[in-house]
C-alpha cells in the first residue's frame, strides 16, 4: 500500500516538474513575446495548418476554455487567424505569414532553451524523460 505523502505521489511530482519546466522555458520564450503554451500552438499549427479547435485541444491535452485563453492573444496579435468553416461550421485556426516570422524568432529562443536544458540533464536523459511522458500521455485514458 502507498502512503499518503506528497513524495509518495506521481501526480505531485509531474506536476511540479512540469511547472518548473514550463517556467524555465519561460524565461526562454518570453524574450520573442510568447509563453511555451503559444509556442507549442504556433509549432503545432505551422505543422498542420487548418485545424478545428478539437484538434488543438486533443493533441496540445488542453482543456478548450484554457486553449481559447492561450489563442486570444495569438489572433488578436493576427499571429494565427480563425474562420468559421461553411459546410460543417467549425472553427479552424492557422498560421498567418506574421505568425510563421514570430514561430521562427521564438524558435531560435526555443533551442536555447532545449540545449540549456539538455545541457543540465543530458541529452540522452532528457529524450528518455520525452519518451517516456509521451508513452504515458499516449496511454492513459483521456477522461
Known amino acids: 500500500m502507498h502512503k499518503t505523502t506528497l513524495t509518495g505521489d506521481d501526480c505531485f511530482a509531474v506536476r511540479q516538474a512540469a511547472r518548473r519546466i514550463s517556467q524555465f522555458y519561460e524565461r526562454y520564450l518570453s524574450r520573442a ?6 509556442y507549442s500552438i504556433l509549432a503545432l499549427l505551422r505543422e498542420q495548418p487548418d485545424l478545428t479547435m478539437a484538434t488543438l485541444s486533443a493533441v496540445l491535452v488542453i482543456e478548450r ?3 481559447l485563453r492561450a489563442l486570444k492573444p495569438l489572433v488578436g496579435a493576427a499571429l494565427v487567424t480563425s474562420r468559421t468553416e461553411p459546410r460543417c461550421r467549425r472553427q479552424m485556426f492557422a498560421l498567418t505569414a506574421h505568425g510563421a516570422d514570430k514561430i521562427a524568432e521564438a524558435q531560435v529562443y526555443w533551442l536555447d532553451a532545449q540545449q540549456a536544458f539538455e ?9 528518455r524523460l520525452r ?3 509521451f508513452r504515458i500521455a499516449h496511454n492513459l485514458p483521456q477522461r
Do not use: I, K, N
Request: proline residues 5%; charged residues 15%.
Open 119 to 127: 545541457g543540465r540533464f543530458g541529452s540522452q536523459q532528457a529524450a
Open 131 to 133: 519518451d517516456e511522458l
Open 65 to 67: 476554455s484554457a486553449l
Open 33 to 38: 513575446g510568447v509563453t511555451p503554451s503559444q
